[in-house]
């Protein structure tokens, strides 16, 4: 059996972890190694699991994703960190 990467999912906001994982999980090509809900428990997760790519939220609590990165690039030097941020916010047209 071919090698399937293993991804990280480190996000604070839980619908978009859910929504993650859902897509990850139809590609039958890559394994989830975890879910982090911030950037500390995620680093912690990426230096035990040491994925081959994570997928890291910028803005969160505990840790953000610079640090978390940071920490991750010094001990999971082989992992890919895909950085992102969703902000939701409300728009109103018209009156």
């Known amino acids: 059996m071919a090698h399937r990467p293993v991804v990280l999912i480190v996000d604070d906001d839980s619908s978009m972890r859910e929504l993650l994982e859902t897509i990850i999980s139809l590609d039958g090509g890559l394994r989830i190694g975890g879910v982090a809900a911030d950037g500390f428990e995620g680093a912690m997760l990426a230096a035990d699991v040491r994925p081959d790519v994570?997928?890291?939220?910028?803005?969160?609590?505990?840790?953000?994703?610079?640090?978390?990165?940071?920490?991750?690039?010094?001990?999971?030097?082989?992992?890919?960190?895909?950085?992102?941020?969703?902000?939701?916010?409300?728009?109103?047209?018209?009156?």
Not at 61 to 79: H, L, S, V, Y
């Open 54 to 95: 994570v997928i890291l939220d910028f803005f969160m609590p505990r840790w953000d994703g610079e640090k978390a990165a940071e920490f991750i690039r010094e001990n999971c030097p082989q992992c890919k960190i895909v950085g992102f941020s969703a902000v939701l916010t409300e728009t109103r047209v018209g009156r």
